[in-house]
């Protein structure tokens, strides 16, 4: 089944513990980004990367990290956590060959404390 | 600056009406425009993408219009049923599309 997944689901971590969400496809896109999602504020781009080692940042990378060493892969790395990056966090995928449609993941919600 | 604006306040309609959203976009270009639906919790899913060239695009109960004069989308879904009930985003996407911001959505409620 074609499909973008993200672990974990749910992670609860406390300020400037290192942490990282993994985002994986099966689809063999090019393209993937991170978002994050805030009750007011709507989905936000956190980064993207058309390639393997090609990352650019989107509206909100501070406190962020990404890497593409894999085409599969593209985990979210926050270094030192604060409380104002809890939020859902969502990893979306795209051929950049078809359309424009992004597949999006489940889905991870952190709480940082 | 760059803006999308979607009906921040809900939309309740009857079951059997015709819902329509609207996506108003400022200081944007889109080659396209997107819509989405995203249920509580979940990631967003894709509907439907409508070029600018295109006027009006339909799949099934679903109707998008672009209007590039207006800087405007509207979103139709005909014979609404409860399970329409969710929250659709609009994106306006530029040529390389390689950067997508979304609009914050509307909120649709559909009643039996």
Known sequence: EAQVTQNPRYL???TGKKLTVTCSQNMNHEYMSWYRQDPGLGLRQIYYSMNVEVTD???VPEGYKVSRKEKRNFPLILESPSPNQTSLYFCASRSLAGGHE???GPGTRLTVT | SQKIEQNSEAL????????TLTCNYTNYSP??????RQDPGRGPVFLLLIRENEKEKRK??????FDTTLKQSLFHITASQPADSATYLCAPTPNSGYALNFGKGTSLLVTP
Request: hydrophobic share 35%.
């Open chain 2, 60 to 65: 099934e109960r679903l109707k998008v219009t």
């Open chain 1, 12 to 14: 609860i971590t406390v």
């Open chain 2, 31 to 36: 080659a396209y425009l997107q819509w989405y």
């Open chain 2, 12 to 19: 309740n309609i009857q079951e059997g009406k015709t819902a």
């Open chain 1, 57 to 59: 940042k989107g509206d």
């Open chain 1, 102 to 104: 992004q597949y999006f």
